[in-house]
């Protein structure tokens, strides 16, 4: 069935850097634009970065834009947060989650997330 | 960046009624509006796009109108596994935002 799983989440000092991963399968991951989704511990949701199913247009949240990079590798199936110069701020869980179709940015499959905790 | 303002925060209501959440945007998206579910634990679900069409597998309960910045789910007779939270997400612009939520409790 159509799944998106998350990793690499963990708890990293203020500055740290993590890699967060998504693995994707029961779809062509080749044919859609991917998104990264945050939410901090008893808050709302978050929109992070995204990547056009090609891969050289991608789009950040101001928050994160210029410590964070979104990649991906679609013959592995997978999409890539880099989090760099991380902050207290950055802590929550991390959903990774496809965009419908192109020109729709409803995301209808998300993972189950991976929690990312900031603290020294 | 569009700002989406939800009301009510918070909404009880008795099994079998109905419940309206509202979802009103900073400036015009157009239909570009989707709803999402969120249970406690669990990664959120998608309950409509295009401010109006039903995802896969959403029952008729869950009904979504509205255009330009004024937007509107309805939950017709509620039933206890309705309760959760609820969001509604623009994609008209960059960035794609939520709104912050409303909290949908079962009396």
């Known amino acids: 069935q159509v799944q998106l799983v998350e990793s690499g989440g963990g708890v990293v000092q203020p500055g740290g850097s993590l890699r967060l991963s998504c693995a994707a399968s029961?779809?062509?991951?080749?044919?859609?634009?991917m998104h990264w989704v945050r939410q901090a511990p008893g808050k709302g949701l978050e929109w992070v970065a995204f990547?056009?199913?090609?891969?050289?247009?991608?789009d950040y949240a101001d928050s994160v834009k210029g410590r964070f990079t979104i990649s991906r590798d679609n013959s592995k199936y997978t999409l890539f947060l880099q989090m760099n110069s991380l902050r207290a701020e950055d802590t929550a869980v991390y959903y990774c989650?496809?965009?419908?179709?192109?020109?729709?940015?409803?995301?209808?499959?998300w993972g189950l997330g991976t929690v990312v905790t900031v603290s020294s | 960046e569009i700002v989406l303002t939800q009301s009510p925060a918070s909404l009880s209501v008795s099994p079998g009624d109905r419940a309206t959440l509202s979802c009103r945007a900073s400036?015009?998206?157009?239909?570009?509006l989707a709803w999402y579910q969120q249970k406690p634990g669990q990664a959120p679900r998608l309950l409509i796009y295009?401010?109006?069409t039903r995802a896969t597998g959403i029952p008729p309960t869950f009904s979504g109108s509205g255009s330009g910045t004024e937007f509107t789910l309805t939950i017709s007779s509620l039933q206890s596994e309705d309760s959760a939270h609820y969001y509604c997400?623009?994609?008209?612009?960059?960035?794609?935002?939520f709104g912050q939520g409303t909290k949908v409790e079962i009396k």
């Open positions: 989650a496809k965009r419908l179709k192109l020109g729709t940015d409803a995301f209808d499959v």
């Open positions: 029961g779809f062509s991951f080749s044919l859609y634009g």
């Open positions: 990547i056009a199913f090609y891969g050289s247009n991608e």
């Open positions: 400036q015009s998206i157009s239909s570009n």
């Open positions: 295009g401010a109006s």
């Open positions: 997400q623009q994609y008209n612009n960059w960035p794609r935002t």
